[in-house]
């Protein structure tokens, strides 16, 4: 059990799995790591680029000067008015907007190390995690959604969850601390800020890899790996002063940080943030700002573009690299793009855990359709294993990707035992997903080809089966659960929930479910999103529930429905 949430202010790094220091000599004798803490090199870039647009919203237009003066104030201005002090951790609930942005920073530059939850997790999520940790604040948009964070903030100050809070595009409550109140507490200090005297050492950021009711997965990104995770994104993409990268997902989620904020920012580019993933609101904003790059995770937006009348008449063509994931998804969507609007895509695949593989500019469709390219830094380390096993398999053969690097994590946070099985005795983390390696044109690439985790891959979220499973089966009505995915050609997947009644329960349906895991505290994003009754649920050789039977009966039904 981690000690309780306002008691590890100095040993929250006690928690972490460090890189050997063979490997950090390595690194840093390569040039990867610059012995500089994530706030400094974003500091350093900022001067240097003091003038030039850093961020662009519908609200808002900052340059890099104004932006970290705003986020400077807002890092002085956080003791004056909180008790939150360098080294805790902040969780975060907070959408597209400009106060994101500056509270991120903010809390690096007060040496805070910002936890990247979303603002659609619920009370019981961010609970969990925060006592995990070690949290003690939490910094939310009043006005995100259906308006229920206050509330929740309220009901996780009560449970001793959290005991500071900042409330941004809204009215403060209680205790807690506005964000314009902060930042004119903070306006004009001068000084030293809280990061200097914290070193390059230790947790910069957390970042969430999905979880279970029992352990939390955390992923702590430390500042120099994190920092280079960035560096090495833009350097391959050729990122620089002049590029506009728009980025539409939730920029509170390791894709958003290290796809998109961290290496605009530490390559003097322009950040465009749309408020949502709307298509129209996209639109609106490739027309007015012109961004060459927009990096996703699945081919949500790219579906959007082809199924709306107005990209036939919006003006694109400053899109020069629509880079998304969702391989299998992938081909016809492609073609399409090409074909119809003149887009060109090119795959990537990462994890909240480090690694990133992209296919190159300029690589032919075999390569850019079929694979998810190649590492980005000469420094990743990738072997495809025998499931299970530390013996590798010959090249196109289908074993589990697994990944070392200056970047990827040596271990999860606070998680020996899981750690045990998810990282290799050399160090080399075990992804889970199904991958084979391929020889083409001279140059190794890799495709990813299923996945061993029962994990539910719905869009840019991660869905851990076991945990919903565990809730539904507290429903009175339920004598057994599967959830398992189902395709989906916008997200990917979604959930479907298998269930075996008890005699005489009155059949559960999306809605009827879906209220009762609410009531759970459940995130809505997790929701099953259909329902198939059983009489009992299949069995594999090995007495435990085939979810292989259960997924192709889903996809089955799904392409009958669909005249398929």
């Known amino acids: 059990m981690a000690p309780p949430a306002g008691s590890l202010r100095a040993d929250l790094d006690d928690g972490l799995v460090p890189y050997p220091e063979s490997f950090c000599a390595r690194y840093r004798a390569e040039g990867y790591w610059r012995e500089q803490s994530l706030p400094a090199e974003l500091i350093a870039s900022a001067s240097r680029h003091d003038e030039r647009t850093a961020l662009v919203t519908p609200e808002k237009r900052w340059t890099y000067g104004e932006l970290f003066a705003t986020a400077r104030a807002f890092a002085a201005g956080l003791p004056?008015?909180?008790?939150?002090?360098?080294?805790?951790?902040?969780?975060?609930?907070?959408?597209?907007?400009?106060?994101?942005?500056?509270?991120?920073?903010?809390?690096?530059?007060?040496g805070l190390r910002p936890v990247c939850t979303l603002p659609q997790h619920g009370v019981r999520e961010i609970g969990l995690l925060a006592r995990h940790i070690?949290?003690?604040?939490?910094?939310?948009?009043?006005?995100?959604?259906?308006?229920?964070?206050?509330?929740?903030?309220?009901?996780?100050?009560?449970?001793?969850?959290?005991?500071?809070?900042?409330?941004?595009?809204?009215?403060?409550?209680g205790a807690a601390a506005g964000y314009e109140q902060v930042l004119a507490a903070g306006t004009g200090a001068s000084g030293p800020l809280p990061y200097e005297a914290r070193g390059h050492d230790?947790?910069?950021?957390?970042?969430?890899?999905?979880?279970?009711?029992?352990?939390?997965?955390?992923?702590?990104?430390?500042?120099?790996?994190?920092?280079?995770?960035?560096?090495?994104?833009?350097?391959?993409?050729?990122w620089g002063p002049g590029t506009v990268v728009l980025y539409p997902l939730p920029l509170m989620h390791n894709a958003g940080v290290s796809l998109a904020l961290q290496p605009v920012l530490l390559s003097g580019a322009t950040l465009a943030l749309p408020s949502s993933a709307k298509i129209d609101t996209v639109i609106d904003l490739i027309e007015a700002e012109r961004p060459e790059v927009i990096p996703l995770v699945p081919p949500a937006l790219a579906i959007r573009l082809l199924e709306t009348p107005r990209a036939a008449t919006a003006d694109l063509s400053s899109l020069r690299d629509f880079i998304v994931g969702g391989q299998k998804l992938l081909l016809e969507v492609a073609r399409r793009l090409r074909d119809e609007l003149g887009i060109e895509v090119r795959q990537k695949f990462g994890m909240a855990e480090g690694m990133f593989l992209v296919t190159p500019r300029g690589a032919g469709e075999d390569v850019r359709l079929r694979t998810v390219g190649a590492p980005i830094s000469p420094g990743d380390e990738v072997r495809i294993l025998e499931p299970g096993t530390e013996e590798t398999v010959p090249d196109g053969a289908l074993g589990e990707l697994c990944v070392r690097g200056p970047y990827t994590i040596r271990g999860y946070y606070r998680a020996q035992a899981h750690n045990a099985h998810s990282f290799t005795p050399d160090g080399f983390y075990r992804t889970g997903d199904l991958a084979r390696r391929h020889w083409i044109d001279g140059q190794?690439?890799?495709?990813?080809?299923?996945?061993?985790?029962?994990?539910?891959?719905?869009?840019?979220?991660?869905?851990?089966?076991?945990?919903?499973?565990?809730?539904?089966i507290t429903h009175r009505g339920v004598a057994n659960a599967a959830l398992v995915a189902m395709p989906d050609e916008v997200l990917?997947?979604?959930?479907?929930?298998?269930?075996?009644?008890?005699?005489s329960t009155e059949p559960l349906t999306v809605t009827t479910l879906g209220e009762?895991?609410?009531?759970?505290?459940?995130?809505?994003?997790?929701?099953?999103?259909?329902?198939?009754?059983?009489?009992?649920?299949?069995?594999s050789n090995v007495g435990k529930v085939s979810k292989k039977d259960l997924r192709a009966d889903v996809e089955r039904k799904i392409a009958m429905e669909q005249g398929c």
């Open 80 to 110: 004056e008015l909180t008790a939150l002090r360098a080294g805790d951790a902040v969780m975060f609930q907070m959408g597209n907007v400009a106060e994101t942005v500056v509270a991120y920073l903010g809390c690096l530059l007060a």
């Open 134 to 173: 070690g949290a003690r604040g939490l910094i939310m948009q009043a006005d995100f959604g259906r308006g229920l964070l206050p509330g929740n903030a309220r009901a996780l100050i009560a449970d001793g969850a959290i005991e500071e809070v900042v409330v941004a595009r809204g009215p403060a409550f």
């Open 202 to 238: 230790g947790i910069a950021v957390f970042q969430l890899s999905g979880g279970t009711t029992g352990l939390p997965k955390v992923a702590p990104r430390q500042h120099e790996e994190y920092a280079y995770n960035a560096r090495a994104w833009a350097e391959s993409l050729g």
């Open 444 to 472: 190794t690439y890799y495709s990813i080809d299923g996945r061993i985790k029962d994990v539910i891959n719905r869009g840019v979220e991660k869905i851990h089966a076991e945990e919903v499973e565990e809730l539904i």
């Open 492 to 503: 990917g997947e979604k959930a479907c929930a298998y269930l075996v009644l008890e005699p």
């Open 516 to 539: 009762f895991l609410t009531t759970q505290g459940l995130a809505r994003y997790k929701l099953p999103e259909r329902v198939e009754i059983v009489t009992e649920l299949p069995l």
